[in-house]
């Protein structure tokens, strides 16, 4: 299974950007799929995971995030919008994840950086 995420760039506070991830393989529409990010001198944080009937999200993009799947083209999707600085980062697109105290993520995409700028 891979995964290539793409949809990253510069857009300025307050902007939005789409975010996409396409898995290549076989991936089950049961799976766990989603977005994590990684902020300069950061560690990796959860960003929106995505179930068969479920969405999640961290508390810091609640509300300004929509994650979405297309389980028929293998891709996952995600919306941001009122885009602010502490945004910015690398997001990663993850598959078949599990939550156990934390998100676990047994297949990750490369990343895409996106930066907010002020």
């Known amino acids: 299974v891979q995964l290539q995420a793409s949809g990253g760039g510069l857009v300025q506070a307050g902007g939005s950007l789409r975010l996409s991830c396409t898995v290549s393989?076989?991936?089950?529409?049961?799976?766990?799929m989603g977005w994590f990010r990684q902020a300069p001198g950061k560690e990796r944080e959860f960003v929106a995971i995505?179930?068969?009937?479920?969405?999640y999200y961290a508390d810091s993009v609640k509300g300004r995030s929509t994650i979405s799947r297309d389980n028929a083209k293998n891709t996952i999707n995600l919306q941001m919008v009122s885009l602010k600085p502490e945004d910015t980062a690398v997001y990663y697109c993850?598959?078949?994840?599990?939550?156990?105290?934390?998100?676990?993520?047994?297949?990750w995409g490369q990343g895409t950086l996106v930066t907010v700028s002020s």
């Open positions: 993850a598959a078949r994840c599990t939550y156990a105290a934390d998100w676990l993520c047994h297949y």
């Open positions: 995505i179930s068969s009937s479920s969405t």
């Open positions: 393989g076989r991936i089950f529409s049961s799976y766990y």
